[in-house]
C-alpha cells in the first residue's frame, strides 16, 4: 500500500497577479530596498518584500488595516513562499514591521524618490502629432437612489430614461495612423 503525501489547500485569488505585477513588473521592492537598505539585523523578508505582501493584502481583502496581515499570510504560507522565492517567517508581517514601512514611506527623503522611480515605471510620456482630435460623448444610466451624488444628474438620456441619474462621458483620440474622425 502507497502512502499519499499530505496534500494541502491554499486559496490563491488575485495573489500572484498582485505579486507578480508588484515585483516582477514594476519592481516595488527593489525600488524601496535600494532607497532604503534595511538594517544588518532585519531577517526574513526585505522591507520592499513587506511592502508587497502587505499591498497585496490590501488590494487582494480590500482591507488596510494591520492586524489581519500575519494571520491571512500564513493561512498562504505555500503561495507566499513560492511567489518571494522564500518562505515568510511568521515575525515578517507582525504589526511592528508593517509599522516600520508605514514609518519609513512616510519620511519625504524616502518617499518623493520611491515615488519618482515608480512613476518612471509606469507613466510613459510619447511625443504626438496634434493635428487633429476627435471627441466623443456618451451617457450612462445609473441605477441607485444615491441623492447625495453631485456626480450623477438627471437629464436628457440617450437611453429614454431621463428617471435616472447619469454618468456623461467624453473621449478625446488623436487621427492618426489612417483613423480619421467623422
Known amino acids: 500500500m502507497s502512502i499519499m503525501p499530505p496534500i494541502t489547500d491554499e486559496r490563491v485569488d488575485d495573489i500572484p497577479v498582485l505579486i507578480h505585477t508588484m515585483t516582477h513588473q514594476?519592481?516595488?521592492h527593489t525600488l524601496l530596498d535600494d532607497i532604503r537598505p534595511w538594517h544588518g539585523n532585519w531577517l526574513g523578508l526585505s522591507l520592499g518584500q513587506v511592502m508587497v505582501v502587505w499591498l497585496t493584502h490590501i488590494l487582494s481583502e480590500c482591507r488596510h488595516t494591520m492586524s489581519p496581515v500575519r494571520d491571512w499570510a500564513n493561512a498562504r504560507q505555500h503561495t507566499l513562499t513560492r511567489l518571494l522565492g522564500q518562505a515568510p517567517r511568521d515575525?515578517?508581517?507582525?504589526?511592528?514591521?508593517?509599522?516600520?514601512?508605514?514609518?519609513?514611506?512616510?519620511?519625504?527623503t524616502i518617499w518623493q524618490?520611491?515615488?519618482?522611480?515608480?512613476?518612471?515605471r509606469t507613466i510613459r510620456v510619447y511625443q504626438l502629432p496634434l493635428q487633429r482630435v476627435c471627441l466623443d460623448t456618451t451617457t450612462a444610466s445609473i441605477h441607485s437612489d444615491h441623492s447625495a451624488s453631485v456626480l450623477f444628474q438627471r437629464g436628457h438620456s440617450k437611453d429614454h430614461r431621463p428617471d435616472l441619474r447619469q454618468l456623461k462621458a467624453m473621449l478625446a483620440a488623436l487621427a492618426l495612423l489612417g483613423c480619421m474622425c467623422p
Open 26 to 28: 514594476l519592481g516595488f
Open 91 to 108: 515575525t515578517d508581517l507582525s504589526d511592528d514591521r508593517l509599522a516600520e514601512v508605514l514609518r519609513i514611506l512616510s519620511q519625504d
Open 113 to 120: 524618490p520611491f515615488e519618482q522611480a515608480v512613476t518612471q
